[in-house]
């Protein structure tokens, strides 16, 4: 299942401040549809209701590679390993997004990638063995 949020995005070209939905989280095995999304970068299109501006936000969101045991959380902004490993630290808190992760947590490989073309490469992997 798809986790979304609401959140407060301010448009580029006429600066108007709306309220969007975004993806914070997304299960490979139920989404499929928003692999290619994932896959260019465009997960989290948001478009303004005033200029109708289409912008792509950086967000960050977590990926639940089901049936693999793996999820990874992923952020474009992460930039240094001591950025990373904090969010490692705080793996606990992410996981406890969903309590079936909670449940499998202890087999469950967690990753952080910031790095878009390390990403793909998951997904595509993960499509040719599961779709
Ligand atoms: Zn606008």
Redesign the pocket.
């Given at each position: 299942m798809t986790g979304t949020s609401t959140t407060e995005v301010t448009?580029v070209?006429?600066k108007?401040v709306y309220e969007t939905e975004v993806i914070d989280h997304i299960d490979l095995s139920e989404d499929r549809e928003l692999i290619r999304k994932i896959k260019s970068g465009k997960a989290n299109r948001v478009q303004?209701p005033?200029?109708k501006?289409v912008m792509y936000l950086d967000r960050s969101f977590v990926i639940n590679f089901e049936p693999q045991n793996l999820i990874v959380l992923f952020d474009p902004h992460l930039k240094n390993k001591a950025d990373i490993d904090n969010i490692m630290r705080s793996y606990e808190s992410i996981i406890s997004f969903n309590e079936i992760f909670v449940e499998v947590g202890a087999e469950t490989e967690f990753k952080v990638i910031s790095d878009l073309k390390k990403l793909k490469s998951l997904i595509t992997n993960y499509a040719k063995l599961y779709m």
């Open positions: 448009c070209k006429c108007r303004c005033k200029c501006k």
